[in-house]
């Protein structure tokens, strides 16, 4: 018998091109890291977990990076709950880039209230010889940006990676105002 499912939520990954999102998405639902073809338009993934004893869907988007594909996440990301967003350590312009991104996440959103919890994600620090980014500038970026935390990560080695989804997770449902999912049962 099939426990019942407590709550649905759509989570975004996105980030500019090549910083290495599907492969960190491709790890935490296999396990296994490899490296990945450029992702065209959008990639869609669904993992279910318990948290606190509840059963969570997480509807995993992952959203193509490349510029000619940006036209496509402001009518994807409508119904979203939360989101990932993943620059590479070794490239500074992938974390410059976050201002675009959030423009194009929270165009809808009028306060801050009404904006969807973001985790800032440092991809690649197995790559920590060719860092380009000091790990303090992107907590500075996350807090300076409202976003809900800051983690690095490394898809190859798995560091951090069920953390992150744990966290932005834990961040949805804080949000969506969901102390005990449990309460009703």
């Known amino acids: ?50 948290v606190d004893g509840s059963q969570i869907r997480l509807q995993i988007w992952d ?12 009518s994807y990301i409508v119904g979203a709950s939360g989101g990932i967003f993943m620059y590479d350590i070794t490239r500074s312009s992938s974390l410059r880039n976050l201002t675009n991104w959030l423009e194009a996440i929270n165009n809808k959103a009028s306060t801050i209230e009404e904006q969807i919890p973001i ?3 440092g991809g690649k620090i197995d790559l920590e010889e060719n860092r ?3 790990m303090e500038l992107g907590a500075e970026t996350a807090k300076q940006s409202n976003l809900c935390g800051f983690l690095e990560c490394s898809a190859k080695t798995g560091y951090n990676v069920e953390e992150i989804f744990e966290t932005i997770t834990q961040q949805i449902i804080k949000k969506a105002e969901i102390s005990d999912l449990n309460s009703d049962l």
């Open 119 to 121: 985790l800032l994600v």
């Open 132 to 134: 380009a980014v000091d």
């Open 63 to 74: 959203f193509a990076g490349e510029e000619r594909f940006r036209f496509l996440l402001p």
């Open 1 to 50: 018998m099939s426990r019942r499912l407590d709550a649905v939520f759509k989570l975004c990954v996105f980030g500019d091109g090549g910083v290495g999102k599907t492969t960190l998405v491709n790890k935490y639902l296999t396990g296994i890291f490899k490296d990945t073809a450029m992702t065209i338009g959008i990639d869609f993934h669904i993992k279910t977990l318990e």
